[in-house]
C-alpha cells in the first residue's frame, strides 16, 4: 500500500528539506572563505513574505540544531510583530529553546541592527537583507555589478558619495552605509543604522548576511577587518545623540529610537530592547563605542 | 506608554489573525467546499497553480479558500509548499503534438490542417452582467441532459492530436529549427540555482511561466505599444491535456499522468543580421498549466522580445522583465513596507537634520554679515548731493 501523502501536515525538522539544507551551508562556507563576496544560492520558497526576512530564515533554518538557542529581533525589539511571527516559526519546526537574552543566544536573527552587547565567539548573527547589491544604486543591472565587483571597480560608488558630500556637506547614507570587507569587496552591512557599523569589524562572532528574494549569501567572518567608506579629509561617523538620555532608564552611548507620546512630546529611549531591559536592571553590559573623528 | 519595549507582539498577532476569522464568518454563511472552489472556480485554479508553479487543482482550491479568494496570497501559499516537495523525477519533455487539444486556433492563416477547434471560450460572448444568476440556480441536470443527448458518442475518438501550425511554416522553409545558432541551450532548472545574467533561453522560459499575469501582460502589451517594435501573430494557441512521463532509476519510460496546458507559439520576424541573408520568421513560445490564454500569449511575446535585447524598451531587457513579473517576490518586498522601519527612518533623519542644521547655520552667518553691512552703512553720514 503507497502512503497517502497528498494532504500531509509533518514537516522535516526546520522546514528545509535536507539536501537544499547542505546546499545553503556550501554556499555559507564559499562566503565565509570570500569575505563580502556574494554568493547565489536557491533560496527556495518559505512560509513567509519575499522581503520580510525569507533570506534570514534560510541561514537560520540551515545552522540551526536541536540544542541551539535562538533570538529574533527586528528593530532592535524582540517584541516587534514580525519578529514574533518568526519566532514562532523557527520555534514550532525546531522545538528549539527561544530566548530575548542576547548573552544566552546561540544563533541570533535581526532585521536593520547589531545587538549593543558584545557578541560572542560562540555566538552567530544572521542578518536580513533587503537589498544585498550595494552598488545597485549606481548600476541597475546584476551582470553589470558582477563584472565591476569580479574586477574592484567601484568608482561609481565612491563618485556617488563624493557627489552627496558636495550637493549636502555628508555622505547621506543613513542606514546600511557601504563597506570594504578584508580590503577587498565593498559590501552592503545590510540596513543597520551607521552606528552599529564599527562593530562589524574585528568581532569575535560572525556575521551572515541572506538576501532571500534577491538569493544572495555573504559574510564577514571573525576577526575580519571592515572599512566604513571614508575619505581622507571626510570621515564617517556614526549618528550622534548630543546630551540626549534614554527616557526609560536615563543612560546615554546606546542607539536611540525617537518617540512620541500621545501630546505629542519628543522623547529618546534605547532601541536595542534586551540592552534597555538590562541596563534597567543592571549591570549595564559591556559595548564597543565608537567616539566619532572631530 | 508606546515604547519598543513592551511585549505585546505576540498577543497581537493572535487577536489579528482571530479577527480575520470573525469577519469571515460573522454573517455565518454556508461554508465552500473545497470541490466547490475546484469545479466551479477553474480559471482561478489554474492562474493560482501556474503561478504557483505546483500542477495540483486540489492544493490550489485549498489556498484559495483558506485565503478567501487573494489570488497573490493563494499562490504564494502553494509555492511555499512546494518548496516543502523534494524533487524525485525530471519529468520527460512534455510533447504538446500528443496534446489531447479542446481548443486551438490560428490567426495566421483562415484555415489549417485539422481546422480551427474554438473549444470552450468566452471570447465572443457579450460582457452583460447576468443579474438572473443572483436568483435562480441553473438548471443543470436539463442543460447536461440535453446537451448529452446532441452528442454522437461513436465520433467521440475520432481526431485526439493536431499537427502543428509552424510545421507548415517549416517545411516551407520559412522558419528552421537551427536559425538561432548562438544561443546559450543549458537547461537549468531556477528552483535550485539563483538565475545569472545574461540567462539561458530555459531560465527565461521557466521564469515566464511561473510569472504573475497582470505583469507579464503589462510588459508584454508595452512591447506592442511604442516600447518594441514587435506585433506578433498567434501562429497557433492551443489548450487541452498533455501527458506526462518520467525515466524511472531502470530506465524504462512510465507515464504518471496527464496534465492541463494552454501553449501559444507567436510568430514574428527575425532580424536578419547578415547581409544578402533571407529572412526568416520567428516563433515565441508560452506554456503555462491549465487555462490561461492572456499568459501564454504574453509569454510568448516576450519569449521573442528577450531574444532581442534592446536596453530603450524594458520588455527586450532580461533583468527587467524576469526579475519585475516575478509575483510571489514583487508581492512580499511590496507589502514589506508595512513593516517597522524605525531604525533605518531614524538614520536617515540624522542625515537630514544635519543638512538643515548646517544650512540654517549659514543662512544665520550670512544674514549677520548683512545686518553688519547694514549697520555700518547706517552709521555712515550720507553725502549730501
Known sequence: MVEDVKF?????????????????????????????????????????????????????????????????????????????????????????????????????????????????DKQILVLQVPQPEVLRGVERYEFKTRQMHAEADYAKIWVSLYEAY????????????????????????????????????????????????????????????????????????????????????????????????????????????????????????????????? | MGYVAVKGGQDAIDNAAELVEYYRWRERPQPIETTQVRSQFRLLIDKVMGEGSLYSPEHAALALQQVEGDVFEAAFILRAYRATLQRRFYSDTLNTRDMFVQRRISSAFREIPGGQVLGPTRDYTQRLLDPSLARDTPGIDAFLGEFESRIDRTKLRGVTSFSKVIDLLMSEGLMRRDQYTDEDRRVVDITREAIKFPAPRSARLQMLARAETGGLMCIGYSTMRGYGESHQTVGELRMGTVPVRITDQSGRKRYIGRIKVTEAEMIGRVAVKKKGALPLLSVGYGLCFGQNETKVICMGMLDSALRNPNVNSPGNNQEFVLYHTEGVELYGFTNHLKLPHYVTFQAGLHNLRDVVDRAEKQRGVRAAEFAAVAAAAAATPKPRL
Not at chain 1, 550637493?167 to 543604522?193: C, D, E, H, K, L
Not at chain 1, 552599529?196 to 571573525?222: Q, T, W
Not at chain 1, 527616557?247 to 534605547?270: C, Q
Request: proline letters at 7%; one cysteine or more.
Open chain 1, 8 to 120: 500531509r501536515a509533518s514537516y522535516n525538522f526546520a522546514f528545509i528539506d535536507e539536501s537544499t539544507k547542505k546546499e545553503v551551508r556550501r554556499k555559507i562556507l564559499k562566503a565565509v572563505c570570500i569575505p563580502g563576496y556574494q554568493v547565489p544560492y536557491s533560496s527556495p520558497e518559505m512560509p513567509i513574505s519575499r522581503g520580510w526576512g525569507t533570506g534570514g530564515l534560510h541561514l537560520t533554518l540551515s545552522l540551526i540544531g536541536p540544542r541551539d538557542v535562538f533570538k529574533i529581533i527586528d528593530q532592535g525589539s524582540d517584541a516587534s510583530v514580525n519578529a514574533c511571527s518568526l519566532r514562532q516559526f523557527v520555534k514550532r519546526m525546531t522545538g528549539c529553546e527561544v530566548t530575548f537574552d542576547t548573552a544566552a543566544a546561540t544563533l541570533i536573527q535581526s532585521r536593520h541592527r547589531v545587538p549593543e552587547e558584545i557578541l560572542t
Open chain 1, 166 to 294: 558636495v550637493r549636502f556637506g555628508t555622505m547621506m547614507r543613513g542606514s546600511g552605509y557601504p563597506i570594504r570587507v578584508n580590503g577587498r569587496y565593498i559590501a552592503t552591512p545590510s540596513p543597520i543604522p551607521r552606528w552599529d557599523v564599527p562593530n562589524l569589524s574585528m568581532a569575535h562572532c560572525l556575521y551572515l548576511f541572506g538576501a532571500g528574494r534577491e538569493k544572495r549569501i555573504h559574510c564577514i567572518p571573525p576577526y575580519t577587518k571592515v572599512e566604513p567608506l571614508e575619505f581622507e579629509d571626510v570621515l564617517f561617523h556614526v549618528e550622534a545623540f548630543p546630551g540626549i538620555r534614554c527616557a526609560a532608564s536615563g543612560e546615554d552611548n546606546a542607539f536611540l529610537d525617537e518617540v512620541y507620546d500621545d501630546e505629542g512630546t519628543r522623547k529618546f529611549v534605547i532601541n536595542d530592547s534586551n540592552f534597555l531591559d538590562k541596563v534597567r536592571s543592571g549591570p549595564r553590559p559591556s559595548q564597543r563605542l565608537f567616539t566619532n573623528p572631530d
